[in-house]
């Protein structure tokens, strides 16, 4: 019997990938140490692995959609060459400064939509990121959250996931393991 969620939501800058600040150039992209393998361990256990990424640097026209996309294909380039693969990309590219709008994180329409394209059940999910807003849809709409520790981890996503019950670990690695101990 399957153990473990039915897909993992996953922040893609501080959390598989070095957070930049507005990575706008494939240059800029540097994995963590470590995330390939634990996005090939999600592989492993046959469960989709979705990126849920805001993008605002769109909407502040720092980049545009086609820098994104061109960081994108590297940055999951770099994932094949390791035997991992990412199986969807959700991105936001708005900000509350600009347009309001419901997908921005923690709002939960990226999710809803990985969810409704994929088939998923909102309570098999996991979500794992190194904000607190990367993690609350999993008290919003079901599942388990995970929040690890990256240099853009504030205190106050600390204090706000610890008030709402989510459970933290050091790294995407050890989350990853945490996810899957028993399977």
Not at 41 to 63: E, H, L, M, Y
């Amino acid at each position: 019997m399957k153990s473990g969620p039915d897909a993992v939501f996953l922040d893609r800058d501080g959390t598989i990938m070095e957070d930049a600040h507005f990575i706008k150039s494939p240059s800029q992209v540097r994995l963590i140490p470590g995330a390939a393998a634990a996005v090939k361990r999600i592989n492993d256990a046959k469960v989709p692995a979705i990126v849920v990424t805001n993008q605002s640097g769109i909407a502040r026209g720092i980049f545009k959609v086609e820098d994104y996309e061109s960081v994108r294909r590297h940055f999951e380039s770099l994932l094949e060459a390791q035997g991992a693969h990412i199986d969807a990309s959700y991105y936001c590219p708005h900000h509350p400064s600009v347009a309001a709008c419901d997908c921005r994180k923690p709002a939960t329409k990226m999710f809803e939509n990985a969810m409704r394209d994929f088939g998923l059940d909102p309570a098999k999910m996991a979500y794992v990121g190194d904000r607190w807003r990367d993690v609350i849809a999993s008290k919003k709409l079901g599942g388990r959250g995970i929040m690890i520790s990256s240099h853009m981890t504030t205190d106050e996503d600390r204090r706000k996931a610890q008030g709402d019950g989510i459970e933290t670990a050091a790294s995407f690695k050890d989350a990853v393991e945490m996810l899957f101990r028993s399977s």
